[in-house]
């Protein structure tokens, strides 16, 4: 069974960055396509970023295009996700969760999610 654990977030001001960490036990994350996900409050959840197994390839929302990076770390079972330049409209509870491919980054489509973990964007 999958077990996904996010963890990283809190509380940033607007430019500053986070880096969230998905760390999976249970599994072999690298055989798995990850993606981050994030909801703001009434909100519905949207991906934002995802990495394919493999080659490690990735995809952006336009939203966070350019200032998010997405990465791997095989050896720490670990995806992170790198948050630069946060805006307010950052602010959201952030979710991770697996597939077997990138092709469509929505909520439907993957599984084992984690808990989530707070960012919250405000000067």
């Known amino acids: 069974q999958i077990h996904l654990v996010e963890s990283g977030g809190g509380l940033a001001q607007p430019g500053d960055s986070l880096r969230l960490s998905c760390a999976a036990s249970?599994?072999?994350?690298?055989?798995?396509?990850v993606g981050w996900f994030r909801q703001a409050p009434g909100e519905e959840r949207e991906g934002i970023s995802c990495?394919?197994?493999?080659?490690?390839?990735?995809w952006y929302a336009d939203a966070v295009k350019g200032r998010f990076i997405i990465s791997r770390d095989n050896a720490k079972n670990t995806v992170y996700l790198q948050m630069n330049s946060l805006k307010p409209e950052d602010t959201a509870v952030y979710y991770c969760?697996?597939?077997?491919?990138?092709?469509?980054?929505?909520?439907?489509?993957?599984?084992?999610w984690g808990q989530g973990t707070q960012v919250t964007v405000s000067s």
């Open positions: 990495i394919t197994s493999g080659k490690g390839s990735t």
């Open positions: 249970g599994v072999t994350l690298d055989g798995y396509a």
């Open positions: 969760a697996v597939d077997f491919f990138c092709n469509i980054v929505v909520e439907g489509y993957f599984g084992s």
